[in-house]
């Protein structure tokens, strides 16, 4: 026995859910192209302070978050670095550094942070809050993060602690400059620890952006097309039942 009969109308409807759908996903999954990638470095600080040198080997994390034409960046120490002799009070303490701009642009770029939320006790390593500052694209194309100076004040005195191992970068991101100016330039991509700094654990391979958005455009391409020719063969199939 067979069904009622479709009308036109609800097969037109029908239709065109299908249809959007199909782009929907195919939309989807182009969104989900990465255009960053992000990696912890081990960095070999040797740090000049009131009493002596000093050093520290602190994983390194700088992350990315585009904030209209400009990208927000937040550099991360997930160990301390540095100690001092005496404890330091709540807030006597204020920490600052800079990143380094490489690939396809080049600079710095200034990030601070707030002072000391706890008092920090004597003779243990002085664990940096997150940092942050704004770095705005002069050029196109793969842009490098690595961890630069970090400068400590406490109690009216300066620490300096410099990278010592040729850290690699801790980030790197695909940037477009203002007005689409500047011409897009292959930077070296993220990966690993830095230098001698050690190894911060295994860590499963990595893709580039590139590879990956390539990837997930063929699949997007793929469901739109697939979709399309749902609806084509629906439309065929129902004009022929009307004949």
């Known amino acids: 026995m067979r069904g009622r009969p479709v009308s036109y109308r609800t097969y037109q409807k029908r239709t065109a859910a299908l249809a959007f759908a199909a782009a929907l996903a195919g939309s989807?999954?182009?969104?989900?192209a990465p255009a960053a990638q992000a990696d912890v470095v081990d960095v070999n600080y040797q740090c000049k302070t009131p009493i002596g040198d000093k050093s520290a080997v602190s994983p390194i994390d700088i992350k990315g978050v585009k904030s209209g034409s400009a990208y927000k960046l937040t550099m991360s120490w997930q160990k301390g670095v540095s100690s001092s002799p005496v404890e330091l009070?709540?807030?006597?303490?204020?920490?600052?550094?800079?990143?380094?701009?490489?690939g396809a642009d080049s600079g710095t770029v200034a990030v601070s942070g707030p002072a000391n939320a706890a008092?920090?006790?004597?003779?243990?390593p002085i664990k940096i809050n997150d940092l942050s500052g704004t770095y705005t694209p002069k050029k196109s194309g793969k842009v490098t993060f690595t961890a630069g100076v970090l400068t400590i004040k406490a109690l009216g005195t300066t620490t300096t602690c410099t990278p010592s191992n040729s850290p690699k970068p801790s980030l790197t991101l695909d940037v477009t400059a203002a007005g689409g100016s500047g011409s897009s330039t292959s930077g070296s991509s993220s990966s690993g620890s830095g230098g001698t700094g050690g190894d911060s654990g295994g860590q499963l391979p990595q893709t580039g952006p590139e590879d990956s958005a390539i990837a997930l455009g063929t699949l997007g391409g793929t469901v739109l097309l697939t979709g399309a020719a749902g609806v084509l063969w629906l439309t065929r199939r129902h004009r022929a039942v009307r004949r």
């Open 89 to 102: 009070g709540k807030g006597a303490m204020t920490p600052s550094a800079v990143i380094t701009v490489g």
């Open 119 to 124: 008092a920090i006790p004597a003779n243990t």
């Open 28 to 32: 989807a999954v182009l969104m989900a």
